[in-house]
Nanobody, 122 residues
Framework: QVQLVESGGGLVQAGGSLRLSCAAS????????VGWFRQAPGEEREFVAA???????YYQDSVKGRFTISRDNAKRTVYLQMNSLKPEDTAVYYC????????????????WGQGTQVSVSS
């Protein structure tokens, strides 16, 4: 089992920045691919970014160049640095852990946090 807790969400103006954190406990964290997903009201949950246990990173096209995912295995934490935020980035952001190498599919992730709200005003 892996337990995940997100933090760092909030309200920010367009063009601003936020850093989300995903703190893990339980099984060996460094063996998992960790992803960030988001879900806006009335929308399906969508992939945002992921980092593998080899520290390879993957991004949704709409966030490339603005968001950066990183991990600190010693702290058992994955971060999502979000810059140049846009109103369309508004959503609940979830981190999730996947026992395989990499996936951008919601259904492939085994463990999920409770989510943190990110709101971007225009």
């Amino acid at each position: 089992q892996v337990q995940l807790v997100e933090s760092g969400g909030g309200l920010v103006q367009a063009g601003g920045s936020l850093r989300l954190s995903c703190a893990a406990s339980g099984r060996t964290f460094s063996n998992y691919c960790v992803g960030w997903f988001r879900q806006a009201p009335g929308e399906e949950r969508e992939f945002v970014a992921a980092i593998t246990f080899f520290d390879n990173t993957y991004y949704q096209d709409s966030v490339k160049g603005r968001f950066t995912i990183s991990r600190d295995n010693a702290k058992r934490t994955v971060y999502l640095q979000m810059n140049s935020l846009k109103p369309e980035d508004t959503a609940v952001y979830y981190c999730a852990a996947h026992g395989g190498y990499y996936s951008n599919h919601v259904g492939d992730y085994d463990y999920w946090g409770q989510g943190t709200q990110v709101s971007v005003s225009s």
